[in-house]
């Protein structure tokens, strides 16, 4: 068994040694260390083997204890502003005492808690009375938008976690199929109503998770991994005829992108398609780079009133929804397309066993009757709608890509 081991921690080293070459080498031409995210995340996923790998089975739940006390002890340090009361990195310490005086808190419990976070190294303590902030603390200091992201994980998803295994022994064990009585509103004790009727009962809830889908927005490349050049011959024919639509755009990210990517999809032969509230905010915004783009009030449930465009481009919509509703919403789409038109779905590519992170999103989604899939569940959920899948673009470094679909 030790030999064994020691065989696999040999060619673990050995393939660490490795991935920190590579790291390096993307990282040459920057200032300071910080390589492509595959690179990292290679460095990263291969150290956390040698870790695993090494430590005992039974020792599990030590490092799962610790995560759970990592996880409140950082939401109650934001929640009571104690990183901002704490030196930024560079500019000093703080004693226990004056920290606690501060936040209005006993100095004892205050050590207590930022204990738990020295010991991740979350913040670092200086002899026995003192602590100091650390460049992973500061993320959740003045709405920075990554800890934003670890807020809304904690407030919105840990509460269903907790008790969907309640939930299941109520609901039966399959997936949940519906915007309602899902593991989300049942951690929340409104069975009737949808994760988005919830969380709109407390604007503030809505603000951090707007903050926090701006997090997401960093990480998932919108553009520069789809070729849209086919549609230049076909826009300069058809001078009169719609581009793209943006199927539950949002925003309006997405045609911006596009529009300052390419120098033939105009902002005025594009369509933007939300919800009102959405379509009214956007109007309201005043955005510039979307005066020219028509703006359509639109439930992605009901017949898609935009017939015969080029593009249909629907990203980060899916995820959201069971695979019943996902054919609906297709469905609407493939019925409105010519010949020659194209759905663009947009979204994480599941691998078939898919990385840490990703599983966490698909759990995640789980939640809320959601779900990421790969490519083979795309093909089948595709083909229930009228379409099939022409190619899978894939985005360097992510797992996002565009799933370009024609119909049959």
């Not at 560079?90 to 005492?97: A, F, H, V």
């Not at 503030?204 to 960093?218: G, H, I, L, N, Y």
């Not at 390419?262 to 005025?268: D, F, M």
Request: with cysteine; charged share 25%.
């Amino acid at each position: 068994m030790a030999a064994s081991l020691g065989s696999e921690l040999d060619t673990l080293v050995a393939d660490l040694t490795g991935a920190v070459s590579e790291y390096k080498a993307a990282a040459a031409n920057e200032d300071q260390l910080g390589g492509d995210l595959a690179t990292r995340m290679k460095v990263i996923t291969t150290a956390q083997k040698i870790v695993h790998a090494t430590k005992k089975p039974e020792e599990q739940w030590y490092d799962q204890s610790v995560w759970m006390a990592d996880l409140t002890a950082t939401r109650i340090f934001k929640k009571w502003e104690a990183f901002a009361a704490i030196p930024a990195v560079g500019e000093g310490s703080i004693s226990y005492e004056d920290l606690a005086k501060k936040l209005d808190a006993d100095t004892s419990l205050v050590r207590r808690i930022a204990w738990v976070l020295v010991s991740t190294g979350t913040l670092k303590q200086i002899g026995t009375d003192k602590v100091e902030n650390t460049t992973k603390s500061m993320v959740y200091v003045n709405n920075d938008s990554n800890g934003m992201m670890f807020q809304i994980m904690y407030d919105e998803a840990l509460r269903p976690y907790v008790f969907m295994s309640e939930y299941f022994e109520k609901y039966g064990r399959r997936e949940p199929s519906g915007q309602t009585d899902n593991p989300y509103s049942f951690g929340y004790q409104q069975p009737e109503k949808t994760a988005w009727e919830i969380m709109a009962a407390e604007p503030a809830r809505v603000d951090a998770f707007m903050r926090s889908m701006d997090t997401m927005e960093q990480h998932l490349p919108i553009t520069g991994y789809y070729d849209f050049s086919w549609v230049k011959e076909k826009l300069e024919a058809e001078t009169e005829r719609t581009a793209l639509v943006d199927v539950g755009g949002s925003r309006g990210h997405a045609i911006k992108a596009i529009c300052a990517e390419t120098e033939y999809i105009k902002g005025a032969q594009c369509v933007l398609e939300d919800l009102p509230q959405v379509i009214e905010q956007v109007k309201t915004n005043g955005d510039e780079a979307l005066k020219n783009v028509k703006l359509q009030v639109h439930d992605f449930f009901t017949e898609q009133p935009i017939k015969g465009a080029l593009i249909y481009w629907i990203r980060r919509v899916l995820h959201d929804h069971n695979d019943t509703d996902c054919a609906k919403i297709l469905t609407h789409l493939a019925d409105a397309m010519a010949p020659d038109s194209r759905v663009l779905i947009v979204d994480q590519i599941m691998e078939n066993p898919p990385p840490p992170l990703v599983a966490q999103t698909d759990f995640c989604m789980l939640t809320i009757s959601g779900k990421e899939r790969t490519r083979e569940m795309f093909e089948e959920l595709v083909g229930r709608a009228g379409l099939k899948v022409l190619e899978v673009h894939l985005a360097k470094g992510t797992p996002v890509g565009v799933v370009e679909c024609i119909k049959i």
